[in-house]
């Protein structure tokens, strides 16, 4: 009887051959899933300032090296032992897995799986090993276990979500990350409360991820703040409800001044200044609670959260939290104002059995 296992593949990708040298399209080899494994073919992928940050050589540098881990795939084959996901299946990576088993994956306060920890080498996550050659046979180093920067990669499980496939793919890609992160900082970071006040520094993609998410939770005030104009007609499209450019405020306004007027003592006030980390994507979150008396002096009457990887809730539960969002905004469509981010190159082409 004929051998109906998976079997490797030959693809292109974009292949980083050492820090900060430009990506070349080469034909790479690509082994089947092993045990508790997924071969996705990648449909379209995004980048990502991590990507850029390991491109960099800035962390765990390891060359030649396939980048990406924020992309929109589908279901190749599956390895031993994977339930709830089969062939033909729509999908997105994230590069924190989640067992669903262990302490922190049944905790509401972490996201920081100890069933399958998250490793900055290179190696998949449950024995370390490479999935990714060059035709000679020479290995090609992965990303954060993801890499989506070729038509074909190698993911473990429990960094999969199944997503509906009537998520457009070039949206569907960017939430594996900068939406989970976004998302996650304003439900889990900031733990939102309906008619919570908001401000949010940088509409970048990950801040208007947190504008998704305030909305989410209810916050009836979001107040954007960047220094490019054309952000406002994107923040309001995700959410924001009051835009604020800097540069167009003199000394004697401020933030507050576009809060409600009111009893402070109140009112919950929250800030989340939204940063890019060396890392994913970080974000500390100053808050003040009700009826908290407040101190004017830096630092002083305030509780602060920093940023975690890739947003501090379970990240599988997140980016379906930001799939049932983009549902419900589904009668506002928007365009997304990254253009630069809506990557299709990746998924192109052909690919052959080696």
Same mark, same amino acid.
């Given at each position: 009887?004929?051998?109906?296992?998976?079997?490797?593949?030959?693809?292109?990708?974009?292949?980083?051959?050492? $820090?900060?040298?430009?990506?070349?399209?080469?034909?790479?080899?690509?082994?089947?899933?092993?045990a508790?494994?997924?071969?996705?073919?990648?449909?379209?992928?995004?980048?990502?300032?991590?990507?850029?940050?390991?491109?960099?050589?800035?962390?765990?540098?390891?060359?030649?090296?396939?980048?990406?881990?924020?992309?929109?795939? /589908?279901?190749?084959? /599956?390895?031993?032992?994977?339930?709830?996901?089969?062939?033909?299946?729509?999908?997105?990576?994230?590069?924190?897995?989640?067992c669903?088993?262990?302490?922190t994956?049944?905790?509401? #306060?972490s996201?920081?799986?100890?069933?399958?920890?998250?490793?900055?080498?290179?190696?998949?996550?449950? +024995?370390?090993?490479?999935?990714?050659?060059?035709?000679?046979?020479?290995?090609?180093? +992965?990303?954060?276990?993801?890499?989506?920067?070729?038509?074909?990669?190698?993911? #473990?499980?429990? !960094?999969?979500?199944?997503?509906d496939?009537?998520?457009p793919?070039?949206?569907?890609c960017?939430?594996?990350?900068?939406?989970?992160?976004?998302?996650?900082?304003?439900?889990?970071?900031a733990?939102?409360?309906?008619?919570?006040?908001? $401000?949010?520094?940088?509409?970048?993609a990950?801040?208007?991820?947190?504008a998704?998410?305030?909305?989410?939770?209810?916050?009836?005030?979001i107040?954007?703040?960047?220094?490019?104009? +054309?952000k406002?007609?994107?923040?309001?499209?995700?959410?924001?409800?009051?835009?604020?450019?800097?540069?167009?405020?003199?000394?004697?306004?401020?933030?507050?001044g576009?809060?409600?007027?009111?009893d402070?003592?109140?009112?919950?006030?929250?800030?989340?200044?939204?940063?890019?980390? $060396?890392?994913?994507?970080?974000?500390?979150?100053?808050?003040?609670?009700?009826?908290?008396?407040?101190d004017?002096r830096?630092?002083?009457?305030?509780?602060?959260?920093?940023?975690?990887?890739?947003?501090?809730?379970?990240?599988v539960?997140?980016?379906?939290?930001?799939?049932?969002?983009?549902? $419900?905004?589904? !009668? +506002?469509?928007?365009?997304y104002?990254?253009?630069?981010?809506?990557?299709?190159?990746?998924?192109?082409?052909?690919?052959?059995?080696?």
């Amino acid at each position: 009887m004929e051998d109906q296992s998976p079997k490797p593949i030959r693809c292109k990708a974009a292949v980083c051959r050492g $820090a900060g040298e430009p990506l070349t399209i080469e034909e790479i080899v690509v082994d089947p899933p092993k045990a508790y494994e997924v071969r996705v073919k990648v449909i379209c992928t995004s980048l990502c300032h991590t990507d850029i940050t390991f491109w960099r050589g800035n962390v765990s540098p390891a060359f030649p090296r396939i980048l990406g881990h924020e992309a929109y795939g /589908v279901v190749e084959s /599956v390895g031993e032992h994977v339930e709830g996901l089969a062939a033909g299946d729509a999908v997105v990576p994230t590069i924190v897995g989640q067992c669903g088993h262990c302490t922190t994956c049944l905790s509401e #306060d972490s996201n920081r799986c100890e069933g399958v920890p998250t490793i900055l080498g290179p190696g998949m996550r449950r +024995d370390g090993t490479g999935r990714f050659w060059d035709p000679q046979g020479n290995p090609v180093h +992965d990303l954060l276990a993801v890499s989506t920067f070729s038509q074909y990669t190698v993911i #473990d499980v429990s !960094q999969l979500s199944k997503l509906d496939p009537a998520v457009p793919p070039k949206l569907g890609c960017l939430i594996s990350c900068g939406g989970a992160t976004g998302v996650g900082a304003a439900w889990k970071a900031a733990r939102l409360k309906p008619g919570s006040s908001v $401000a949010i520094f940088g509409l970048g993609a990950v801040g208007l991820s947190v504008a998704q998410g305030a909305k989410m939770c209810g916050a009836s005030k979001i107040i954007g703040v960047d220094l490019n104009p +054309d952000k406002e007609k994107f923040g309001k499209a995700f959410g924001v409800t009051d835009f604020v450019n800097p540069s167009k405020l003199d000394k004697n306004n401020s933030i507050s001044g576009v809060s409600d007027q009111g009893d402070e003592r109140r009112r919950r006030r929250l800030q989340l200044r939204v940063h890019r980390r $060396a890392l994913g994507h970080g974000r500390s979150v100053q808050k003040h609670q009700e009826g908290e008396q407040q101190d004017d002096r830096p630092g002083r009457g305030e509780g602060q959260c920093r940023g975690a990887l890739a947003g501090p809730g379970p990240p599988v539960r997140q980016v379906h939290h930001g799939v049932v969002l983009g549902r $419900a905004q589904a !009668q +506002d469509p928007h365009p997304y104002p990254r253009q630069e981010m809506h990557e299709q190159g990746a998924g192109a082409g052909r690919a052959g059995h080696a």
